[in-house]
């Protein structure tokens, strides 16, 4: 009898969730981050089978039907060389990708290492800091104009340079949540029990800055994307070969008014991409910060 109350009870106790599994669930039964996830997986998925799903080779140059408006031939019509749009939007959400991704993670890599090498050892907090206002007072369009000028258009030189403006805001990030984890008890014990300081900085700093780097997260690779396709439409950006949504816009707008498609389709992809990873990012905060979720 009592062996069969034991195991009723054992059975009865419901098991115990880790925290991480705990926030894992709450994410995902955040409606902004469903809709905004769902919609990045269908660009990345719409990137991925391009050469399936494309019409066209997007360079392939063809006069006889330069800008043909929308059909059944060419779905959302062709460019000032006779190039299919759909084909060219379809290959351009690789290169917005790519680069949103890796800009994303590049920030986040040398902002989180200078961030909390900066908050943790006091005397390189005001060098490094003064630094990194310097960078943020320069625009990051002209910054990347800048460096893009000197080093010639590629996806490499766009790519760093995009990442060179996002990274004082990814440090300045890091090193607030250091100074406030820093003077915590139990880092303060780490401390006085003789641990050494990139394992105080790893164990104990290092996953209070998680959550607070996946949203910025998605919002530098938001950002990313919409200054590629600017600095592509300025001419200064990846090559004009190359399809991407800005080098599409850049030459279509000295055709607006009789071929609007040129720039409608490549916006209209651009916009959507945007707005799914803002409001991605939206949703990850809400559940992720828990000043904000005590609101919620």
């Known amino acids: 009898m009592t062996m069969l109350a034991t195991e009723t009870a054992t059975l009865s106790t419901p098991k115990a969730v880790s925290p991480a599994m705990r926030t894992l669930r709450q994410v995902m039964r955040n409606p902004a981050v469903i809709a905004g996830g769902s919609l990045i997986a269908l660009v990345t998925l719409i990137g991925l089978a391009a050469p399936l ?21 060419h779905w959302l019509g062709t460019d000032l060389f006779g190039r299919d749009i759909y084909a060219r939007v379809v290959y351009g959400a690789r290169i917005s990708l790519v ?3 890796t800009v994303a993670t590049l920030s986040l890599a040398v902002g989180l290492t200078i961030g909390l090498v900066a908050g943790y050892i006091r005397w390189l907090d005001e060098i490094v800091m003064r630094i990194m206002d310097g960078l ?3 625009p990051g369009i002209l910054l990347a104009i800048a460096l893009i000028a000197l080093s010639g258009a590629s996806l490499t030189t766009v790519i760093v340079a995009i990442t060179i403006p996002d990274i004082p805001r990814v440090v300045r990030l890091v090193r607030a949540v250091v100074l406030t984890i820093r003077e915590e008890p139990y880092v303060e014990a780490a401390i006085a029990s003789g641990t050494r300081l990139p394992w105080i900085l790893i164990r104990h700093v290092l996953p209070n800055t998680v959550a607070p780097l996946i949203v910025q997260g998605t919002f530098i690779a938001a950002s990313a994307i919409l200054v590629e396709a600017i600095l592509s ?33 490549p916006g209209l992809f651009l916009a959507f991409t945007v707005l799914a990873i803002n409001v991605l990012g939206d949703g990850l905060r809400d559940t992720l910060d828990p000043r904000i979720a005590k609101r919620l």
């Open 136 to 138: 943020m007072a320069i």
């Open 233 to 265: 439409f300025l001419g200064a950006g990846i090559p004009p070969e190359v399809p991407t949504w800005g080098n599409i816009m850049a030459e279509g707008r000295v055709f607006f008014q009789i071929a609007p498609w040129i720039i409608f389709f």
């Open 53 to 73: 799903l494309a019409s066209a080779d997007p360079t392939e140059i063809n006069p006889v039907f330069r800008l043909k408006a929308p059909s059944g031939e």
């Open 99 to 101: 680069i949103g991704i």
